[in-house]
């Protein structure tokens, strides 16, 4: 690998060096001419051995057994000319691989999360202490706890980077932030102490101050309590990195219009701005809890919200990035409607039993009715209580329950909706386009949040769409998804 850390990458030409060397001869031919010259001594006297008729012939003195002094001389000056050969490799490969030095890194981050970031020396006349201000050297030494490692690190420094205090590479940054966050993946906002909270907030915001920014700005226009502004920050921080990038990007054109609204909290496309309710208390009308105590899990509704916005912005404000997805919503929402009615008819299947399954399927799309038939109707039951019993009950499965619903016009959904008239359809029947917006304000803030079940849920009732909207996203900037 090149010596400069801040690519990590081979040098041909170093590679080149080394095979020439190894392919020259030298001490490696040497040795083996003589080791090829004594096996032939070695197996002629074996030979010889086999031949003799005598008993006791193991007791023979062998001659040919016996190397002359000056042969074992040659063999030893071969040996140890092929160790000092090797030695010379090994030390240069030390001296010009970093592959040593990249493994000691990666154990070196792993402990970065373990330093209280006050022992990091910041400029102070930096807000939010610039990383440019901050040495690599300083930032990692703090973490090494014994000397021997400590060697290592300051001998794999020299002469790697001439500046020290240089601002390290976005790799770099990335994969520092990417140390402290795994140590929190899949970890609950109620499991993570006070104190693991802080230390992530505070390195991610050390690395990133032009993020901080934006943060601060967004959260600091209305009073929010300080520890609902570290949860809000320790969730956006842990989340990948592509649902990141698009929140900040945007984040700036979006304002916080309430953080005690009763009423139906809600995006606001006119004013730009969502209006959410972040009290620990009921407030009627509300019927559930928010912010840090929702039921389904800690500021999820805040995140959707924040979806919404992120939606409209997307777009510049004119419409919504999400309306390519309302055709593969639909599809996927028809398409796990036929598979469960299929599951009541055989497997190989007449033409009249095809149009048995369409028709069942009609009647559970918007403004369908019973069934005549009897036996289809009784179907058509069963399905409709498959999905809002199982498939759509549930926080969890709260996307699908809504959507699912916009589809069909609430003839199928579970325990989420939105039932208001005229929601998902307007009054000459065209579908509004809350369909696309609600997918994608849900599974902004599920991928936001890292809530593993409602991930799922989404994933198996919208096996299409969800990969189409990681492609909305992740085509904002060409991000390899993690």
């Known amino acids: 690998m090149a010596k400069n850390i801040k690519t990590l990458q081979s040098s041909r ?9 190894w392919q020259a001869g030298g001490p490696v031919d040497e040795m083996i001419q003589y080791f090829e010259e004594n096996y032939t001594k070695i197996q002629n006297a074996i030979n010889l051995i086999s031949a003799s008729n005598r008993a006791g012939y193991d007791q023979l003195t062998v001659p040919k057994l016996t190397f002359t002094q000056a042969e074992l001389t040659r063999l030893k000056d071969a040996r140890e000319a092929m160790k000092a050969y090797t030695e010379n490799i090994h030390d240069e490969i030390i001296d010009t691989i970093d592959t040593p030095f990249a493994r000691k890194m990666g154990e070196v981050l792993d402990e970065i999360i373990t330093i209280s970031p006050e022992n990091v020396r910041i400029t102070s006349s930096f807000t939010h202490g610039a990383i440019k201000e901050v040495s690599i050297y300083e930032l990692i030494m703090p973490a090494l706890d014994y000397s021997n490692l400590q060697n290592y690190f300051k001998y794999m420094l020299k002469g790697k980077l001439k500046d020290l205090k240089q601002k390290p590479t976005i790799t770099l940054q990335i994969a520092m932030v990417k140390a402290i966050v795994d140590s929190y993946e899949g970890a609950d906002l109620q499991v993570a102490s006070y104190s693991d909270k802080n230390r992530l907030v505070k390195y991610y915001e050390m690395i990133y101050p032009d993020r901080t920014t934006i943060m601060d700005s967004f959260l600091g226009s209305q009073s929010i309590r300080s520890i609902d502004i570290l949860n809000i920050k320790f969730i956006a921080y842990k ?3 592509r649902y990141q990038y698009v929140m900040f990007k945007y984040l700036p054109d979006i304002s916080i219009g309430s953080i005690s609204h009763t009423d139906t909290q809600h995006y606001s496309p006119t004013n730009r701005e969502i209006f959410v309710n972040l009290n620990q208390t009921i407030i009627p009308p509300a019927t559930r809890l928010y912010g840090l105590a929702e039921g389904r899990g800690a500021y999820f509704t805040f995140f959707h919200e924040l979806g919404h916005g992120i939606d409209h912005a997307m777009v510049g404000f004119n419409g919504n990035a999400s309306i390519p997805l309302y055709a593969v919503i639909e599809n996927d929402v028809y398409d796990n409607m036929r598979a469960e009615i299929e599951k009541h008819f055989p497997s190989t299947r007449t ?14 799309k918007r403004n369908g009715a019973p069934l005549a038939n009897p036996i289809l109707n009784r179907i058509r039951i069963q399905v409709e209580r498959e999905f809002e019993k199982v498939k759509l009950a549930g926080d969890d499965n709260a996307l699908a329950s809504d959507v699912y619903g916009g589809i069909t016009d609430n003839t199928i959904k579970g325990d989420w909706g939105h039932t208001k008239a005229n929601y998902w359809y307007d009054t000459t029947g065209n579908a509004t386009g809350a369909q696309n917006r609600e997918f994608f304000a849900e599974f902004f803030a599920i991928n936001i949040t890292g809530y593993e079940a409602p991930a799922i849920s989404a994933a198996e009732l919208f096996p299409t769409a969800t990969v189409e909207m990681e492609n909305i996203i992740k085509n904002e900037k060409n991000l390899v998804i993690r």
Do not use: V
């Open 13 to 21: 030409r170093e590679w080149d060096d080394l095979k020439a060397k």
């Open 351 to 364: 033409p009249q039993q095809e149009n048995e399954i369409n028709s069942i399927l009609e009647s559970l």
């Open 239 to 241: 989340s990948p990195e």
